[in-house]
């Protein structure tokens, strides 16, 4: 693949015209302007327009002769403008062309969802991500029910409504609300959750309070679960002191649990309320309820958290010698935890080995908060070690911490240790992030490693499927021009400008002074009037998505 990528012969001399070359994009094209009067012919300004409209009309209602652009035929057209665009932008865009009318907007939806499997994914995508407003949220929700898409269920609600909550609708939420209603659809703790958690983000605490008083009019009951629903959306949001006077107030409508007093807790650790801890866990105890290990755990943190590091280890230790709980991963983590934020790493592999020595099994928070911390300490091979360690436990860590890990890598010395980290994760089978690859691909082109560079811009394009934007020919072009191959920065750019990218005018002007210095200045001429009509192009469209015109 990376020989066959600089390999392809680029510069054949076919002609479509006297003055126009088939290939527009080859360093040695003959002149792209007529040798008569030094302009575009005609002839070529009505194929342009034609090739436009002729893109446009997938995507817009226009009507026009049915002409093409010669030697292209239209299925290739088409082929094209799908590879603009993915399935959940495709449906987003039929809402920024402002169309009049539902009727419309819902023919136009199902036009675009002819060559679209619609799923429950798809339709979560469309609704969560992007910048819709609240009306095309829900007018896209009916219609994916009306064609069947996706199910009229309270789980499909739960979808829309949360998306609408995370941008503040509150008012096309309370209006679907009574539609599910009308249809008698009740709902379940995770609709309670997504209304409650949407106003105590958007800081509307009071209101989340008033509709949690008006629980029989949601259609729900004062039951223990819709209280701990209540008690993990203040407390995740650090209102804990609310949470604790709503506790009382409940205590004689709701029977408690163990949990319901360990969410508090949890809160409460937080912040390193040790005496609130103590009085929380004084009320646990005066209600029948014994501490189990998350409880303590929660102290430990507590106690960590204000700064009472020997207090925490005198109570680590009574725990042990007492056996009062099983010392499970928890209270090991909160241990670990506490060395960490006060920078004591060897303190907190003695607590770790302890842990391996009681025959309590690691988790995956135990390895993550280690390695985060030797790479924070620059203990890149201890680093290695203890991920080397996770994976050999069958532990594969989520995308977000592989982003992480090598972010954390790439932030100083050279490449060398995130590549590690790269390859066995990737030989784990960890799923890597686009962002990973950039971050990598950034890394690499500083350094001037072509080869690794070119290796892993294959991996992403065929193993992993990521879609390559204008970022990562960036940085393989910088990547090649700080190595001194400058014909292969060239190669890149102009696939760059096929697809429709334009780089930067830092590295179109790196790469043209590189070319110039190497006194290859016919080949820095010919990069220029293609960048010329590249960032022409890319102003066009610009304009195109400034009307409306999602193309």
């Known amino acids: 693949m990376l020989l066959a990528r600089f390999s392809i012969i680029r510069y054949t001399s076919q002609i479509l015209h006297p003055s126009i070359s088939l290939l527009p994009f080859s360093t040695q094209t003959v002149d792209l302007l007529n040798s008569d009067d030094k302009k575009p012919t005609e002839n070529s300004i009505n194929k342009d327009e034609r090739h436009v409209l002729d893109q446009l009309s997938d995507l817009l ?5 049915n002409t093409h652009p010669i030697g292209k035929p239209r299925s290739e057209l088409h082929k094209n403008v799908e590879m603009l665009l993915s399935p959940e932008d495709k449906l987003r865009g039929i809402f920024i062309q402002k169309l009049n009318g539902k009727s419309e907007i819902k023919r136009a939806l199902t036009a675009a969802a002819v060559d679209i499997e619609v799923t429950t994914d798809l339709v979560s995508k469309v609704l969560n991500r992007g910048s819709l407003d609240g009306g095309s949220m829900v007018a896209f929700f009916k219609w ?10 309270v789980d499909s609600y739960n979808i829309v409504l949360k998306g609408l909550g995370r941008r503040k609708f509150f008012d096309y939420m309370i209006n679907l609300f009574g539609e599910m209603k009308e249809k008698g659809l009740n709902p379940n703790h995770e609709t309670l959750f997504i209304f409650m958690d949407s106003y105590v983000k958007a800081n509307r605490v009071s209101k989340a309070l008033h509709m949690f008083k008006k629980l029989e009019e949601f259609g729900m009951e004062y039951d223990l679960e819709s209280l701990k629903v209540m008690l993990r959306c203040l407390c995740n949001r650090s209102h804990v002191a609310t949470a604790s006077s709503w506790l009382h107030k409940m205590k004689e409508k709701v029977q408690f649990d163990c949990e319901t007093y360990n969410i508090l807790l949890c809160g409460f650790s937080k912040f390193g309320k040790v005496d609130e801890i103590k009085r929380v866990l004084k009320e646990m105890v005066e209600d029948g309820f014994d501490p189990d290990s998350l409880t303590f755990s929660y102290l430990l943190e507590g106690l960590g958290r204000a700064g009472r590091i020997n207090d925490a280890i005198d109570m680590f230790m009574k725990l042990k010698e007492k056996k009062r709980c099983v010392l499970n991963v928890n209270l090991f983590n909160s241990m670990i935890f506490n060395f960490i934020s006060i920078g004591d790493i060897d303190e907190c592999l003695k607590y770790y080995n302890l ?7 690691p988790n995956m928070n135990t390895y993550i908060s280690i390695i985060s911390a030797f790479l924070k300490s620059r203990r890149v091979s201890d680093a290695i070690e203890m991920f080397d360690e996770m994976i050999g436990r069958g532990m594969r860590p989520t995308t977000g911490t592989i982003t992480l890990f090598i972010e954390f890598l790439c932030s100083y010395g050279p490449p060398h240790a995130a590549m590690m980290i ?3 994760a990737k030989d784990a089978g960890c799923v890597i992030s686009v962002n990973c690859y950039k971050i990598l691909l950034m890394r690499l082109s500083r350094f001037g490693k072509c080869g690794m560079l070119l290796q892993v811009w294959d991996e992403m394009e065929e193993e992993s ?5 204008v970022e990562v020919y960036e940085y393989i072009i910088n990547g090649l021009c700080n190595n001194g191959q400058l014909e292969n920065a060239v190669i890149v750019m102009e696939e760059c400008l096929k697809k429709g990218f334009c780089p930067s005018r830092l590295i179109s002007a790196k790469l043209s002074n590189k070319l110039i210095a190497s006194k290859k200045v016919e080949m820095a001429y010919k990069l220029f009037l293609k960048m010329k009509k590249g960032r022409h192009d890319e102003n066009a469209q610009k304009y195109w998505r400034a009307k409306g015109w999602h193309f």
């Open 355 to 361: 842990m391996l020595n009681d025959n309590c099994e």
């Open 422 to 424: 790269y390859k066995k």
């Open 465 to 469: 499927g990521c879609f390559c934007d």
């Open 61 to 65: 209602p226009i009507r026009h002769c």
């Open 144 to 153: 994916a029910i009306e064609q069947g898409k996706v199910f009229g269920n």
